[in-house]
């Protein structure tokens, strides 16, 4: 009986440990999913650093928004911002967050201040911070004030340095552990003091090594750096070349084709998604992450695994209006407490409407430029252009008179009716779209279109007033003409990637290939040489010429 019950018990304790192995063997197999948070550009001020809120002045006589800055952030509400961020990273199960630079503008007291939030929620909630510095982060300038790398790397320790497993001198680049079989490389790219990046043969040099080492370590590398290694618009490279790290193709080739899959970008302020398959057919997606504090208020949680990498976009919905500083009116704190995202959006528009009330300020640097001397004829002439300027960017979407709808019609076409105060106005809830992901304003919108009349509206305004000059004006800018489809082919290939979303996956909530893996992808993929890409351009540009012959001949 006893060896009876000694083989049952024997017999049942090998079963739980075969059952037991087999259940490691499967976790082994299927890997530990490995999930984290993406926050990226807070671009944070302490109170202190900021002026006081009655003298943020930049869209006057607008109630709610005067305070708003043309690049739409919401540096006033930024404490309250990252109070419902954190609230929210806490409950998301994720044991990262990273941070892909700008954390501040480059003093002291906002580092200090931002690196105590960061300190405080790493403790609080278990999830740790990895960071890296961005171009707005480090201005080394002979003043008292002076904010150098050593400074950054010392303020931020404890988020990502501390825990390196390889620093390079001369920069803030280091790589570092995550769970599993997952490494992090984040790369440095900045020409610290300036807007500018740099991918050095040494800095080159290094990365390569990092990506030899991870291979023999088994490692699978998510890549982080402040700019974009892939455009996120067909013209990135061209209308703003500091978007793109220093020889992004290179870089984004050497990533690929050394292992790296996914690079975690910020910088563009936009939420996107592109990738680029190398020659060697390895493939490399950017996820661009836009700026916590601007519209649309969100951040990522990525989730990585052997069976797919899931990322979501997360948007915030309230905040606590008590951690607002002084200054905010009741019209204000209420828009807030309404309705959040919509405040942001708002916020974002006038932004964009404040750029007109900047425009007489070129006035001086132009004129600077030119050496020419205030209160000279030559400086009232260029002063009296940009202030004309100003008021025709200031035009009223609609009206009886002197308005955008007013001249269309003088031209004999009639504007779809909306709620745009402006062309600017206009042009805001459009490239708010690009900041949102996956852009939804086709050439042939009405949005676009109604921008288009915008912008000729705004040529007629800015001659001088007499009905009949602007009635003659507005017949000549919409009168339809042979060069009007060559035109409308060239704004439709600029424009791509801005007004409609240019390249696959979705920008939003992609399920992506998970390493050693390749899916079938739809949609565009970014070219990863400069060859491939001059390709891509000089095919554009031949389309520029066929595309509208092919379309009138059709009858379109």
């Known amino acids: 009986m006893k060896q009876t019950l000694r083989f049952l018990m024997s017999f049942l304790l090998a ?32 109170p202190g650093d900021l002026p006081p809120l009655s003298e943020a002045n930049d869209l006057p006589g607008d109630p709610l928004f005067r305070h708003a800055n043309t690049k739409g952030m919401l540096v006033y509400e930024a404490d309250a911002v990252l109070d419902a961020f954190f609230k929210k990273a806490k409950s998301s199960g994720a044991k990262y967050l990273l941070i ?31 960071v890296l510095p961005g171009n707005h982060d ?38 570092a552990e995550l769970d599993g079989t997952y490494r992090l490389l984040a790369v440095d790219g900045c020409v610290h003091g300036t807007n500018d990046s740099l991918v050095s043969p040494e800095l080159f040099a290094w990365i390569e090594a990092q990506l030899r080492a991870a291979k023999e370590d088994g490692k699978k590398l998510i890549a982080m750096t402040h700019f974009n290694v892939l455009e996120h618009y067909l013209i990135e490279g061209f209308a703003d070349p500091s978007l793109c790290i220093d020889g992004h193709r290179r870089l984004a080739s050497a990533l690929a084709d050394g292992g790296v899959k996914y690079a975690i970008t910020g910088h563009g302020h936009a939420n996107d998604i592109a990738y680029t398959q190398t020659g060697k057919g390895n493939r490399l997606f950017d996820i661009e992450t836009g700026s916590l504090i601007t519209y649309p ?20 919905e309230k905040i606590n209006t008590s951690l607002l500083p002084e200054g905010f ?105 690009h900041f949102a992901g996956n852009e939804k304003y086709p050439i042939d919108s009405e949005e676009v279109k109604l ?44 424009a791509d990637g801005v007004i409609t979303d240019w390249a696959a996956p979705d920008d939003m909530n992609a399920v992506l290939e998970p390493y050693g893996e390749q899916w079938a992808l739809k949609g565009y993929a970014v070219k990863s040489t400069d060859l491939r890409f001059a390709l891509d351009v000089l095919t554009k540009l031949v389309g520029l010429g066929v595309n509208p012959v092919i379309n009138m001949a059709a009858g379109g």
């Open 451 to 494: 921008l288009g009349h915008a912008f000729n509206a705004v040529l007629v305004a800015l001659l001088p007033e007499n009905d009949i000059l602007t009635a003659l004006a507005a017949k000549a800018v919409y009168a339809p003409s042979l060069a009007k489809p060559f035109t409308r082919e060239l704004v439709k290939t600029l």
């Open 15 to 46: 079963a739980g440990l075969i059952f037991s192995a087999g259940l490691s063997a499967g976790a082994a197999k299927g890997g530990q999913a490995l999930k984290i948070l993406v926050a990226s550009d807070l671009h944070y001020r302490a």
């Open 138 to 175: 480090i201005r080394a300038v002979e003043s008292p004030e002076e904010f150098d790398l050593a400074d950054f790397l010392e303020v931020y320790a404890a988020f990502g340095y501390d825990r390196a497993l390889a620093r390079r001198e001369g920069d803030a680049s280091y790589t």
């Open 297 to 316: 208020l969100a951040w990522r949680e990525a989730t990585f695994s052997e069976e797919s990498v899931r990322f979501e976009a997360k948007y915030l």
């Open 100 to 130: 892909p630079g700008d954390l501040c503008e480059a003093r002291l007291a906002n580092h200090a201040a931002l690196a105590g939030k960061l300190r405080a929620f790493q403790k609080s909630s278990g999830i740790k911070v990895f």
């Open 329 to 433: 009116s009741k019209a204000q704190i209420n828009a807030m407490k309404s309705d959040f995202p919509k405040y942001s959006f708002d916020f974002f528009t006038a932004g964009f409407r404040s750029y007109a009330w900047q425009i007489p300020q070129i006035t001086r640097r132009l004129a600077r430029n030119l050496k020419i001397a205030e209160g000279t004829a030559g400086y009232e002439a260029i002063r009296a252009m940009f202030d004309a300027l100003m008021e025709a960017a200031n035009i009223p979407m609609y009206g009886e008179t002197g308005s955008v709808e007013a001249i269309a019609k003088k031209g004999g076409v009639a504007i779809a009716q909306g709620d745009y105060l402006n062309p600017l106005d206009l042009a805001g809830v459009i490239y708010a779209g």
